[in-house]
């Protein structure tokens, strides 16, 4: 077997792994493999890009090896950059590995101009090769003016970001309502500018932002949608909030900021500037704020969801929703089977006198005086938790992600002024 050249290759150590999408792709550069292909006379060649912050690689092959994740640690250099490509561990490694049996193998570093290492540019045979050292430079020339696209990546990605700023820009001066305050921050923010006072409001409410001593920081949620669109703000730096941003206001004072929409229901929601808690009310009333356990932390999902908990009956609606009649079932006429995901009960009598039974086979008598006579899907709703005492606790993970979904289709709308 031949000795397979490796330059300059040195693993990349992962450091809390993030498993982020990579803001380039080795497929962004098939071009390149094709060229070190024709340069090399090889019939495959390779990229693999590790990314800077987690170590998460990247392979393609070219032509593809779809069932290749990872190269073999066998393939990998020893302390001198060489691989000698020999022994029954290489072989079985190769065909555990998805690899055909090589003959030959040539990997060079990409490296940035910092000399942070980028990944591998590589060719493969299973012919051997003696490639003269002109060949060789020409690769390592390669391998150096892809490390410079790689490298340029991020600072593409900062000027789409620029460009696309501009556009909204424009458009809203033709039509004020063409993008959302909460989206021009952010995108900003991926442009390297700082938020105007009412985008930085908008980012708050949104979960987007946070003030922190009086400086606009945006949250894990903001930096995690840029990061995993190939911006690195890792060290973003803080936006000082305008002083008509953060009124002081007492303790227990809660100011609008958001108008949120479940439906046909509009509440407000307010925040307090001191506890940092949320509260709602129904809009266009002066009831007293009910207070939200939920806030900008836990995401706008789980504040809707908990509003939702607090202003009906989630729970008695989630089964009147979600339970089936079991017409086939077999009983006595007058009595009615219902199924909840396998949460069986039986119910009979009528609103004046109502008994409902359970899995324990026990009749029991519920009070379904305030059900109408000609509404029985409330009435067998309201049969189950007579029949299945404990049913509020039982289905309360499903209450609550049924009660998100909903929230899902809710709609948020800042409160400026």
Known sequence: MAVAHLYGFHPVQAEAPRAPRLSVEPDDFAAVAELAKS??????AFIRLADPDSGQMRLS????????????KALLPDGQGVSRMAGPSLQEEMRAAGLPPLAFWGCFTLRSVEGRILGELGVMDEAQHDLPDT????????AEILSRGVGMAAGTVRVMARQTLGLMEDLGEIDGDAASPAVMGLLRYAAGRVPTSSEAMAMRIAGLAEVQGGLLLLTPTANGMLYNRGFRLADAPAVEVPEGEMPVVDAGTFEPVARLRIGEVHHDIARNDVTEQFAFRFTGTDDAWTVLEKGLQDGWPEMTAEVIAKTRNATFDYVRMHMIHKRD?????GEFVYDLYG???TVRGTPAHAEARGEDGVWRV????????????????????AAIPDLAARIGSDVHEWSKRIAAGSEVTPIFG
């Open 39 to 44: 340069i090399s006379g090889c019939s495959r």
């Open 61 to 72: 092959f070219f032509p593809p090896l779809p069932d290749v994740t990872e190269l073999p």
């Open 135 to 142: 060949v060789m430079a020409q690769l390592a020339q390669l």
């Open 329 to 333: 079932a077999s009983t006595v006429p």
């Open 343 to 345: 949460l069986e009960w």
């Open 366 to 385: 519920f009070d379904a005086g305030h059900i109408a006579p000609d509404a029985p899907r409330d009435f067998s709703a309201q049969a189950a938790f």
